[in-house]
């Protein structure tokens, strides 16, 4: 029996791995970082924020010129980082870029009394998207409203419309709880108090709502909130390994902002080592054809003990 979480003892989550693949990770320098690259896994380095942020708005900008009317094409999208978003529509405009064919997935969504979050909702990440992107593209360039897609808690339209445009690349951050968007680890209870869902299982979870892991809201209070965590839904909607899977391309994007230096090593680690577990949900990508890892260089950190 693999030991009780030391964060929340009734969830599965990386305080359950072996001490010896946490304690490996805790080594990695940031050049071993860079050594991990594989077939199928690449590590890369951005020496500063200007260029790590630009290239993340790039892969929009890559991701939608391929769309075309008979092949329509787009990308899917976080909410962490935002820092993107305003880059994106600056370079829409710029490169008078006409997105008519272009799509875009949003990757997750809070529930709120039972519904997803609404425009009007502070801490909302549709609302996020149009305000800090989509608005500030010009009328005459934005692709249509259709052709904008956000996660609700009937997921039936949204799974559907990964079937009517393909998906380049799907962009994401890192959560401390090692989650890519909201896909966190699940509870320990039922047939899974002893072991974690075996990955295959847990690759077949689609777009749905989820019980979000007490790391992953204090983690939102903190990055988001002020540290009001009372504002802080309990559940989201969120995009499903399934729908990861379609994607051609899965890019993470680690500022060191939403993750610690030893979060980041760990998965990087458990990637390049094909080591999949679903306390560890990001570490399933191990088994995607295609992953990319995008560093700032001044985020990576150190594994220290540091009093403070």
């Known amino acids: 029996m693999r030991p009780l979480s030391k964060i929340a003892a009734g969830w599965w989550d990386y305080t359950t791995l072996d001490r010896e693949i946490l304690d490996e990770a805790a080594r990695l ?9 594989r077939p199928g896994f690449r590590v890369v380095f951005y020496d500063t924020v200007e260029d790590f942020y630009l290239a993340e708005a ?18 899917c999208g976080p909410i962490g980082p935002t820092e993107q978003l305003p880059l994106v529509a600056r370079l829409v405009n710029e490169l008078e870029l006409d997105l008519r064919h272009a799509h875009f997935w949003g990757m997750d969504e809070w529930v709120v009394d039972g ?9 909302g990440f549709a609302r996020a998207d149009m305000a800090l992107c989509f608005d ?18 009937d997921p039936i339209g949204y799974i559907a419309s990964w079937e009517r445009a393909r998906c380049v690349v799907m962009q994401g951050g890192q959560g401390e709880v090692k989650h890519w968007a909201f896909n966190d680890p699940p509870r320990r209870e039922g047939m899974y108090v002893d072991a974690p869902p075996p990955p295959e299982e847990y690759r077949k979870l689609t777009t749905r709502v989820v019980d ?27 995009v499903g390994p ?3 899977w379609k994607a051609e391309k899965v890019s993470i994007w680690h ?54």
Request: charged share 15%.
């Open 255 to 308: 500022a060191g902002q939403h993750d610690n230096p030893f979060g980041m090593r760990l998965t990087t680690l458990m990637i390049s080592q094909r080591l999949p577990d679903s306390a560890v949900p990001m570490s399933l990508l191990a088994d995607h054809p295609n992953v990319q890892f995008n560093f700032l260089r001044s985020g990576i950190g150190v594994c220290d003990v540091a009093m403070h």
């Open 58 to 75: 790039l892969e929009y900008i890559t991701a939608w010129r391929q769309a075309t009317p008979e092949q329509p094409a787009g990308i």
């Open 136 to 153: 500030r593209i010009r009328p005459e360039l934005r692709m249509p409203a259709a052709n904008i897609h956000f996660p609700a808690v």
């Open 115 to 123: 519904k997803e979050a609404g425009l009007d909702f502070p801490l």
């Open 212 to 238: 979000l892991h007490p790391i992953t809201l204090i983690q939102n209070a903190r990055t988001s909130g002020g540290g009001m965590v009372q504002n802080v839904s309990t559940q989201a909607i969120t």
């Open 29 to 37: 320098t940031a050049d071993d970082l860079l050594r991990l690259s």
């Open 242 to 244: 399934v729908e990861t």
